[in-house]
T-cell receptor
């Protein structure tokens, strides 16, 4: 168990809908990262938050947004969903330093139908 | 931007034989390199990292990796493979974002099959 909790584990929704994925980082970790894993794109970095502030941005679509709350949990919001958004979405956390490894949650499998 | 490449989609090895999973990197400045493993229906698990110092890094589950600056490589190795090592392995490099944050950039992954 990595200590990172993601909910829900599975999500099935229709095109055009909006969903929210939730992540609770390991106790004490200030950094949260979001990744998307799909068969054709591999593991893609989406965004990083550190202690509530956005710190790094990757290949995140404008339809997607994230935030980190004062209690350090994070949410990834996906809107106007398309079939191609179907993927595994991982959250990871780290203590915050640039040399530390990240600890991954078990992911949320999103299926858009 | 930093990047890593894993030239093999799949590696097959017999149980008890040594295994190598290859990774090459492209970075500006000092490389901060990582290996992660992903078992089916699980998140990624950290195996080991190279920050500085000894070129041979030892990690979890008997894995080690050799950092080679001249060849810009960071290959993952294990002296004797187990069937339970069968999984998806990712090489990764730490990069710095535009606003000073850190992101880990992953390679495409290499699927390791260990046959009994």
């Amino acid at each position: 168990d990595s200590g990172v909790t993601q909910t829900p584990k599975h999500l099935i929704t229709a095109t055009g809908q909006r969903v929210t994925l939730r992540c609770s980082p390991r106790s004490g970790d200030l950094s949260v990262y979001w990744y998307q894993q799909s068969l054709d794109q591999g593991l893609q970095f989406l965004i990083q938050y550190y202690n509530g502030e956005e710190r790094a941005k990757g290949n995140i679509l404008e339809r997607f947004s994230a935030q980190q709350f004062p209690d350090l949990h994070s949410e990834l919001n996906l809107s106007s969903l398309e079939l191609g958004d179907s993927a595994l979405y991982f959250c990871a956390s780290s203590a915050g330093g640039n040399l530390g490894e990240a600890f991954f949650g078990q992911g949320t499998r999103l299926t858009v139908v | 931007a930093q990047s890593v490449a894993q030239p093999e989609d799949q590696v097959n090895v017999a149980e008890g034989n040594p295994l190598t999973v290859k990774c090459t990197y492209s970075v500006s400045g000092n490389p901060y390199l990582f290996w992660y493993v992903q078992y089916p229906n699980r998140g990624l698990q950290f195996l080991l990292k190279y920050i500085t110092g000894d070129n041979l890094v030892k990690g979890s589950y008997g894995f080690e990796a050799e950092f080679n600056k001249s060849q810009t490589s960071f290959h993952l190795k294990k002296p004797s493979a187990l069937v339970s090592d069968s999984a998806l392995y990712f090489c990764a490099v730490r990069d710095i974002g535009d606003t000073g944050g850190f992101k880990t950039i992953f390679g495409a992954g290499t699927r390791l099959f260990v046959k009994a």
